[in-house]
C-alpha cells in the first residue's frame, strides 16, 4: 500500500495518471456544484434585490469555467509529464500564442463586455430592454459569453456580450418603472374634438394600471395623468394623442390594444366622425 501510495503521488504512471485526473476533476465538478447551489440559495432569498441579484446569477454562470481553468491549470503544474510538456511548448510559444490569442479574441471580448454589464448595469436580469423593433423582451440571463432575452412570443434572443455592450439600448425598467404611453386616435374634420376627448379620457379611467398621479425625481407632479392633444389637423383627419401614465411597461402593449377597440366603439356608438380618406380623381 505504502508503495501505490508513494508512486501515485509521484504520478509516473499511466493509471496514476489517468486516477489523478479522475479525482482533480471529480473535486472541481464537486466544488463547482456547491458553489452554484449555494448562489442559487442565496438569489431565491434576494429575488426583490434586483442589483445583487443580476451580480449573483452573473457570478454563478462564471463559477463552472473558472474552477475549470483552475483545475487544468493546477493539473498541468502538479503531474510531471504535463508540466514538462508545457514548458516545451510554451518555451516558444511566441506564434502559437498569437494564434491562441486570435482565436479566443471574441471569447474573451464577451467575456470582458459580459464584466462591463454587470458593473455598469446598463440593464439587469429581469429588465425590460428594446434594441430596435424585432429585438425586444425581458433580460432572462446574462452568462460569461452572451444575454440571453426573452422576447413576448417566449422566444429567446441569444446576443453576444460584445455586441449588445455597443448598442443603445432602451431600457424600460433601469430606474423608474412608470412609463408614459402614446395612444393616437384619428377623427373626422367635422367630428366634435370635445366629445371624442372626453371618450378617451373616460375610457382611459377603466383601464388597469394607469396611475392616478407621476411624481419624478424632480417632484414635479400632475394631478391628471391622461391627457388628450390635437397633434395635427391634415385635409383627411384630426389627429389625436392620449397621453397615459402606466405603472406597469410590461402591460403597455395590451392596454394600447384594449384602448383603441373601447374608443372606437365609442365612437361608433356616440357618433363621433370618422376620418375620410379623400382622392382626387384626374382625368
Known amino acids: 500500500m505504502k508503495d501505490f501510495i508513494l508512486s501515485f503521488l509521484k504520478l509516473e504512471g499511466f493509471w496514476d495518471i489517468a486516477l489523478y485526473l479522475f479525482l482533480v476533476f471529480f473535486i472541481a465538478w464537486l466544488l463547482s456544484r456547491i458553489i452554484r447551489y449555494i448562489i442559487v440559495k442565496i438569489l431565491k432569498t434576494r429575488k426583490s434585490d434586483v442589483h445583487k441579484r443580476t451580480s449573483f446569477q452573473f457570478l454563478r ?6 474552477v475549470g481553468i ?13 508540466r514538462s510538456k508545457a514548458a516545451f511548448i510554451f518555451s516558444g510559444a511566441g506564434i502559437l500564442a498569437a494564434i491562441i490569442g ?3 479574441q471574441a471569447a ?5 463586455a459580459g464584466v462591463f454589464i454587470v458593473i455598469f448595469k446598463p440593464f439587469r436580469v429581469g429588465d425590460y430592454i428594446k434594441l430596435d423593433e424585432k429585438r425586444t423582451g425581458i433580460v432572462e440571463d446574462i452568462t ?16 453576444p456580450n460584445s455586441v449588445i455592450s455597443t448598442e443603445s439600448v432602451l431600457n ?6 412608470h412609463i408614459l404611453s402614446f395612444n393616437n386616435f384619428k377623427i373626422g374634420l367635422n367630428a366634435n374634438i370635445d366629445l371624442a376627448r372626453e371618450i378617451i379620457l373616460e375610457e382611459t379611467q377603466k383601464l388597469n394600471f394607469v396611475i392616478d398621479t407621476h411624481i419624478t425625481k424632480e417632484t ?11 397633434i395635427e389637423v391634415s ?4 389627429h389625436l394623442r392620449a397621453y397615459v401614465w402606466l405603472n406597469d411597461p410590461f402591460q403597455e402593449f395590451k392596454l394600447k390594444c384594449t384602448l383603441k377597440e373601447a374608443v372606437h366603439k365609442r365612437f361608433v356608438s356616440d357618433g363621433v366622425d370618422l376620418p375620410i380618406v379623400i382622392r382626387k380623381v384626374i382625368k
Open 220 to 230: 414635479i407632479t400632475t394631478t391628471n395623468t391622461t391627457e388628450v392633444r390635437v
Open 172 to 177: 424600460h425598467t433601469i430606474d423608474d418603472s
Open 70 to 82: 483552475f483545475a487544468l491549470v493546477f493539473i498541468i503544474i502538479t503531474v510531471p509529464v504535463f
Open 61 to 66: 454562470n462564471s463559477v463552472k469555467f473558472f
Open 102 to 104: 486570435f482565436a479566443a
Open 144 to 159: 460569461l459569453r452572451h444575454t440571453v432575452i426573452n422576447n413576448f412570443e417566449n422566444k429567446r434572443l441569444i446576443i
Open 108 to 112: 474573451i471580448s464577451n467575456l470582458i
Open 235 to 238: 385635409e383627411n383627419y384630426i
